[in-house]
């Protein structure tokens, strides 16, 4: 995980660090302190892949390179908050009125009517061009709401989630070190209550695969594309049970995170 200030540890650095993020509608936000944006991950008003930087970093970089520095594993975003909105499309200006001659105007003495034209070559043009931008429009339409419907399913059910699973992901493996076996939902009774008190419409089982692998388990609610899909992360016992797969489960692709889409 990158980090921007190698020498900066403990509560000094974390509150001397100015952070600053990038927000679609605002732009530049900051100077804040590492807990003003833990606070804000948290709200959900910024997320894992918002754009973030400190003095001392080569570049802006997604808030998950600086996840171990924030200590971002440690707390688990709201769920019942929404996520942050879209940037607004800039609103059309109307054109301004053309003036025009008053109708029944008498001509003045020495003044020749004006010859009436047909349609020049640009209006011409325009006409066609709007003609045909309709079926565009709708065909771009037919595209882009499906995509926003998915992007917004995305963001409501499986942003908390994927924050959520790294303190899972340390749980488990801290508890089959200490006891050699997977944990079930019994030895994870204090965690469950924690977590369903934050995430109202997912439920969490933690148990063992037939694989023998350790492994947890999101089944989601509250919308009815996603109502009763499962999402698993099971961990690869390699020795050292260093991996983790989160292909698993009936949850559909397209409201998984990149790296957790199999194939």
């Known amino acids: 995980m990158a980090s921007g200030h ?5 509560d000094t650095g974390d509150q001397m660090t100015d952070w600053y993020y990038h927000d679609p509608a605002q732009g530049r936000v900051g100077p804040l302190s590492a807990e003003q944006l833990r606070a804000r991950y948290v709200d959900r008003r910024i997320q894992r892949d918002t754009l973030a930087w ?3 970093a080569r570049e802006w970089q997604p808030l998950d390179r600086f ?3 924030l200590q971002l594993d440690t707390v688990i975003p709201d769920a019942s908050l929404p996520p942050p909105l879209p940037p607004a499309a800039s609103p059309v ?10 109708m029944g105007r008498p001509l003045q003495r020495g003044a020749m009517p004006t010859p009436k034209r047909g349609l020049s070559g640009c209006a011409i043009v325009a006409i066609v061009g709007a003609v045909l931008a309709v079926p565009v429009l709708a065909i771009l339409a037919a595209i882009a709401i499906p995509a926003y419907q998915d992007y917004t399913i995305r963001a409501q059910a499986t942003a908390g989630l994927i924050g959520a699973a790294p ?15 997977c944990p079930g939902n019994d030895d994870f009774a204090p965690l469950l209550r924690q977590f369903s008190a934050i995430e109202k419409t997912t439920t969490l089982r933690f148990g063992a695969l037939a694989s023998g692998n350790c492994a947890f388990e999101f ?10 899909k499962t999402w ?9 049970l260093g991996g983790w797969d989160c292909t698993g489960g009936d949850l559909p692709a397209r409201y998984r995170p990149q790296h957790c889409r199999a194939g």
């Open 6 to 10: 190698a020498g900066r540890d403990g």
């Open 54 to 56: 400190h003095a001392g």
């Open 67 to 69: 996840s171990e520095e």
């Open 93 to 102: 200006q109307p054109a301004p009125a053309t003036a025009r001659t008053p």
């Open 167 to 181: 303190a899972m992901q340390r749980a488990v493996e801290e508890f089959r070190d200490a006891h050699d076996r």
């Open 219 to 228: 089944t989601l609610h509250g919308n009815s594309a996603i109502e009763g």
């Open 232 to 240: 698993v992360f099971e961990a690869h016992d390699d020795g050292d």
